[in-house]
C-alpha cells in the first residue's frame, strides 16, 4: 500500500467516524434538530449521488474498478457509499454548518432566519472541499476515463461533463461539483426549520 492511499483510508474513516462517534457521546447534550438534520443530510447523500457514483448504476463505472486493489481492501465497495455519507453528512454537512457559526459570531439567529451572509460562507465551505476532496483525496477514481453514473443530484450524469478547471495536472469536473452546489442551500433551510421545530 502506498503512502496515498494510507492516506486516503485514513482520512475517509476519521472523516466518517470522528463526527459520528461524537454525535453518539453528546447525544444527550445535542438538540434533537441536531441529530435529525445529521439523519437527513445523510440520507441525501446517500441517496442523492453517493450510491449512484459507487455502484455505478446508471452508464457508470463502480467504485471498484476506478480505484487500486488496496483501496478495494481497506474500503470495500460495499461501505463505500457509507462512509462516504457519514463524513458528507458529520464532517463537511455539520461541520460546516458550526464552522459557519463561528465565523458569524456565534450568531444562534442564523438558524433562526436565511442569512445571506451565513449562506456563503456555507456554501463557500461545500465547494471549496469538494475541490480539495476531488483534487487531494480520490483524483486517481475521478480521473479522464473513469465515468460516473448519472444521479439525482449529479442530474447531468457523464452526458454533459465538462472540465471546469484544472490544477497540476488533475482536473476538476462538472458532474462531481454539482451535488455540492445544489446541497448546501437545502441543508441550510433544513437547518433552520428544524431548529425552529425543536
Known amino acids: 500500500m502506498s503512502f496515498e492511499e494510507i492516506r486516503v483510508v485514513c482520512v475517509v474513516y476519521v472523516s466518517a467516524l470522528a463526527p459520528l462517534i461524537y454525535l453518539i457521546y453528546k447525544r444527550d447534550t445535542l438538540p434533537t434538530s441536531v441529530l435529525s438534520l445529521y439523519a437527513c443530510i445523510f440520507i441525501a447523500c446517500a441517496f442523492g ?22 483501496l478495494n481492501t481497506w474500503l470495500p465497495q460495499n461501505i463505500n457509499w457509507l462512509m462516504n455519507s457519514l463524513a458528507d453528512a458529520g464532517t463537511i454537512g455539520l461541520g460546516g454548518l458550526y464552522l459557519t457559526w463561528l465565523l458569524c459570531s456565534r450568531d444562534n439567529a442564523i438558524f433562526i432566519r436565511w442569512s445571506w451572509r451565513a449562506f456563503s460562507i456555507f456554501m463557500l465551505w461545500c465547494i471549496a472541499q469538494n475541490i480539495g476532496v476531488e483534487m487531494f483525496l480520490y483524483h486517481d477514481q475521478l480521473a479522464q476515463g473513469k465515468i460516473l453514473s448519472w444521479a439525482p443530484l449529479a442530474p447531468f450524469g457523464s452526458y454533459y461533463n465538462p472540465e471546469l478547471f484544472s490544477f497540476n495536472g488533475r482536473r476538476i469536473m462538472f458532474q462531481t461539483q454539482i451535488p455540492w452546489i445544489i446541497l448546501p442551500a437545502i441543508i441550510y433551510k433544513g437547518a433552520i426549520f428544524l431548529n425552529k421545530e425543536k
Open 49 to 70: 449521488w453517493e450510491l449512484w457514483f459507487t455502484y455505478g448504476w446508471v452508464d457508470g463505472d463502480p467504485v471498484n474498478i476506478r480505484r487500486s486493489a488496496a
